[in-house]
Structures are given as structure tokens and as C-alpha cells.
């Protein structure tokens, strides 16, 4: 089930969020990865808003959003290859104008997934050492 994500879902979704990262950390060999280092108090200050994909009331995705951008899309590695993520981006843009995402260009499969949706690279920047493309949809 998919809902909105609230102010008590903060917690959840910053464990969900530390889980997801650490794979997709180790997925594109890097081992100071900004998104880690991200604290609970950080993301309860930031108030993201988006959606959470429910499995017997335990948050196992989230996709947050901020105006046109896709900020944040994750699904707990034991969820992984279920079609959660796909579902989650289905269902945010047909509630929202979502222009724009970036992730990390060795996320091979995070790119696919955005490709399969229109999305198309526009940008490549490095931060650190990690490469970070932009990808836009018309």
C-alpha cells in the first residue's frame, strides 16, 4: 500500500533510508557516501514529503519529492526486485509534475529504472568521487 509519507514516519524512513544507502554505497565502491551521514535530526529538520510503500504496516520504500524533483527513492534490500520502486514512481507522477532526479552514475540500475519512465541523462558532475548524473523528463 501506498500513502503519504508523515511527520511520524521519520524515523522509519531514516533507518530504511541508512539500509538502502549502505547497498547502493557499496554498489558504486565508495565508502564516504554523503546520504549516510545524514542523522535523524537532520531529516526531521529537513521535513521531506512524499510517499511510503507499506507491507503489514512496516515502511519497506519511500520516494520523496521537493517541488519538480525526485529527492529520494528507496526500498529496503530485502525488497529489492519486487517491482516497489517501479510502483512508488508510477504512482508519484501521476500525482506530481516530476521533472528531474539525480543519482550516482554507476547506479546502473537506478538509472534503468528512471529510463524506463522517460527520464534521459542531462548532466554529469563529480562530487568527491563520486560521479552524479542528473536525469530530466519531458
Not at 11 to 30: F, K, M, S
Not at 32 to 39: E, G, N
Not at 56 to 63: N, S
Amino acid at each position: 500500500m501506498i500513502r503519504r509519507l508523515e511527520a511520524t514516519d521519520y524515523p522509519a524512513l531514516h533507518r530504511l533510508q541508512q539500509r538502502a544507502y549502505q547497498v547502493e554505497a557499496d554498489l558504486i565502491g565508495v565508502s564516504d557516501f554523503p546520504p549516510l551521514q545524514q542523522t535523524p535530526a537532520q531529516l526531521v529538520h529537513e521535513q521531506p514529503s512524499g510517499y511510503v510503500y507499506c507491507l503489514d504496516e512496516q515502511i519497506v520504500g519511500a520516494l520523496t519529492i521537493e517541488q519538480e524533483t525526485i529527492t529520494c527513492l528507496v526500498v529496503a534490500p530485502d525488497y529489492f526486485r519486487q517491482g516497489i520502486a517501479k510502483h512508488m514512481l508510477r504512482h508519484a507522477l501521476a500525482k506530481h509534475r516530476l521533472h528531474f532526479v539525480s543519482t550516482a552514475a554507476a547506479n546502473l540500475p537506478a538509472i534503468a529504472l528512471y529510463q524506463q519512465f522517460g527520464f534521459r541523462q542531462i548532466d554529469q558532475v563529480s562530487r568527491d568521487t563520486i560521479a552524479l548524473v542528473t536525469l530530466k523528463r519531458e
